[in-house]
């Protein structure tokens, strides 16, 4: 079976974002450990059964069993490169100035927000968790208690004011 070819999109060669918090770095390392201790041993001992039945080529069992144990050794490689790489960032110290890892109160047309600042791994805006390269997260950082951002999103601009920084 071949492989199909993509084409390279936009986003191919972007570099994963390093900014993690340490409850994130600890989640992945239990999840390292539980893929490379219970995960790869029982993939491994499953390639080695199936490959005793049979001819390889002929073998869908195997094949599939061989291909599971091929993406959970990627998975393995892309979390250790992660955790090798990574940016612990601090709990929000009160400085006065937005940073990463701070949690902002905006207001945005007479309504208040409220937003974490995070690393693009663990964003969820549904929660107010929004990355640093976002274009409000962005538009954010840097500011002060009392500063007025415009961030424009898609076609309109967007004036948050800051009311305070946590």
């Given at each position: 079976?071949?492989?199909p070819i993509r084409k390279p999109g936009k986003y191919t060669n972007l570099k994963p974002d390093a900014h993690i918090t340490r409850q994130k770095f600890i989640e992945l390392k239990a999840k390292l450990e539980k893929?490379?201790?219970m995960s790869?041993?029982?993939a491994a001992a499953l390639v080695k059964d199936l490959s005793t039945t049979g001819d390889y080529s002929e073998n869908a069992g195997y094949q599939m069993a061989k291909g599971r144990l091929r993406s959970l050794n990627q998975r393995i490689l892309d979390l250790e490169e992660?955790?090798?790489n990574a940016v612990i960032i601090k709990p929000g110290r009160n400085s006065g100035i937005v940073e990463l890892g701070n949690t902002v109160i905006v207001e945005i047309n007479g309504k208040q927000r409220k937003y974490k600042i995070l690393g693009s791994a663990e964003t969820d805006p549904d929660r107010g968790v929004i990355s640093h390269n976002?274009?409000?997260g962005q538009g954010l950082l840097g500011q002060r208690i009392g500063d007025i951002a415009?961030?424009?999103i898609g076609n309109k601009e967007v004036i948050y004011k800051i009311i305070k920084i946590e």
């Open positions: 079976m071949r492989v893929l490379k201790k790869r041993p029982r992660i955790l090798k976002s274009a409000v415009k961030i424009r």
